[in-house]
């Protein structure tokens, strides 16, 4: 049952009209609503020459439609490529060059139209000559319909997979700026997905409030395969709204989300224990949670918080305890299969509680980088642990506690945002000399983009021209909040930027 789609299917097959996406003001999706639209999209993709292990890149808006396309991707064996509906045509036409997809589908009226005129210009895969990619829409009707595409056709038989065959491919970057396609397995996705199951309690009495994007790995895999797998129902929210959250809570069992829900929730000033009746686990990652709120959140709620921590490579990582001590400021244990260790720059292990950077290795961690054999190898030890570019330390129960990020990274509302591609735009632009971008601390997003940019000589800079630069190249939550127009940036004896310094300056820390 190496095929991801055989073993979630094997949990609800055997009562296949439960309820699964309960979508607002519409009629609720079961199991076998999506099992059926999920073999009318493989089919469709099948007619549109998708063979295993072809990329198909979707950028949709979430909805019930976007789910039967990844399950669909993984009965044919193609690997899903996600993207989030904010980047703008320049930032797709990177994946496309990058990841040559034999399929891509927009959302209905997207900015990238199906149409030739319209399309992004991408190199097609060299044994592919200059053939195209297929463009489909999620249209219910039109030129590139997929639904209109899939009408009438079934592709219900499930194609057998490997462990290691490819299943996703999502993209994550580092200092370099240049964008990264994390290749995930069948075998690494199951692993994480039968681990958090059982970790979390799982059962299909469980409702599940859904409020994340679907094009990462924690509203696509951590959410919905552990529904999935007890055939548990879940309201499935286009997006975290106040309101449309706290009616959901009436119902559900289960939450997760990134710590900008719970300051959200924390700021409504009657939210409290009358909206948690129902609910058994509040669920937080993607961003460091602060005690502050992990504190509030409990005094407000009497419900505790509980914190794992992951990343695209990896899926989920650590965990605190479903039963026991959930602690501030700790991400909690290895999950099962899961070796965890923190080593010094040599590659030593070190003692409990000594900082350094965190190493894992498991069923869970991903494939490699697609098309970047040297990055990969630079990620791994020759014992298969893989360096996380997380600083951490350990304590005497094997609890993990973040300090930080080797590189730059800023996560702001639980979205990865990565400094060198932000700093890459403005260097571009006319009258910028050079530019540092850091993260500085935001109450409701957790971080939020700081840009310090220095005047090319002989020019004189507004914010309006710092703002201008990143206009229609960036999505919108990667554009600066703040920005420092300075004489000059901070540097060490070797010329680095110190952007510690910066940091610490403006309240960071």
């Known amino acids: 049952m190496a095929n991801l789609y055989d073993l979630l299917r094997s949990r ?27 073999a009318a999209f493989a089919a469709a993709l099948v007619e549109s020459a998708v063979e295993p292990g072809d990329r198909v890149v979707v950028q949709v808006d979430k909805c019930p439609d976007a789910v039967a396309l990844y399950l669909a991707c993984l009965r044919i064996g193609a690997v899903i490529v996600p993207l989030n509906v904010a980047y703008t045509a320049e930032e797709v036409r990177y994946y496309l060059d990058d990841a040559t997809p034999r399929v891509v589908v927009v959302r209905p009226e997207p900015e990238f139209d199906p149409e030739p005129e319209r399309r992004p210009e991408f190199n097609p895969e060299p044994e592919r000559g200059s053939e195209p990619s297929t463009w489909l829409t999620l249209d219910e009707e039109g030129h590139g319909s997929l639904p209109e595409l899939a009408a009438g056709r079934s592709h219900t038989a499930v194609l057998p997979r490997d462990t290691d065959d490819i299943a996703a491919m999502l993209y994550t970057s580092g200092t370099t700026g240049r964008p990264k396609g994390a290749m995930l397995t069948h075998g690494n996705l199951a692993s994480n997905a039968l681990a958090l199951n059982s970790l979390w309690g799982f059962g299909p009495q469980d409702v599940l409030l859904h409020a994340l994007p679907v094009f990462h790995v924690h509203g696509l895999f951590v959410a919905l395969h552990c529904a999935m797998l007890s055939a548990a129902k879940v309201i499935f929210l286009p997006r975290f709204d106040t309101r449309a959250v706290r009616r959901g809570l ?37 961003a460091p ?6 504190r509030a ?90 360096r996380t570019g997380d600083i951490g330390s350990l304590d005497s129960e094997g609890r993990l506690q973040l300090a930080g990020r080797a590189s730059d990274m800023i996560i702001s509302g639980g979205f990865n945002i990565y400094p060198k591609e932000i700093e890459l735009c403005l260097d571009e632009a006319p009258g910028i000399g050079e530019s540092a971008v850091v993260g500085l601390p935001d109450a409701d997003f957790g971080e939020q983009v700081a840009a310090f940019v220095v005047p090319a000589p002989g020019h004189a800079l507004q914010e309006t021209d710092i703002r201008r630069a990143v206009e229609g190249r960036l999505a919108r939550f990667k554009h600066p909040k703040q920005i420092f127009i300075v004489d000059t940036l901070p540097r060490n004896a070797m010329g680095k930027v110190q952007k510690a310094a910066l940091r610490k300056a403006h309240g960071g820390g």
């Open 12 to 38: 609800f097959e055997g009562d296949p009209e439960r309820p699964f996406l309960a979508v607002p003001e519409a009629e609720p999706r079961s199991y076998a609503d999506l099992d059926s639209r999920s």
């Open 297 to 386: 959140f409990t005094e407000r709620t009497g419900h505790t918080i509980l914190e794992r921590y992951g990343m695209t490579e990896a899926g989920m990582i650590t965990s605190n305890p479903l039963r026991g001590d959930r602690k501030a400021g700790s991400v909690g244990f290895a999950l099962p299969d899961v070796d965890l260790r923190v080593v010094d720059e040599a590659s030593k292990e070190l003692e409990p509680g000594e900082v350094g950077e965190v190493e894992a290795r498991g069923p869970n961690l991903f494939a490699g980088y697609w098309q970047m054999e040297e990055k990969t190898r630079a990620a791994f030890h020759a014992n298969g642990f893989f």
């Open 289 to 294: 949670l602060s005690e502050t709120v992990f």
């Open 250 to 286: 009436r119902e559900a069992t289960v939450m997760m989300g990134v710590p900008t829900f719970y300051n959200r929730l924390l700021a409504e000033p009657d939210f409290g224990r009358g909206d948690c009746t129902a609910m058994r686990l509040f669920i937080s990652g993607s």
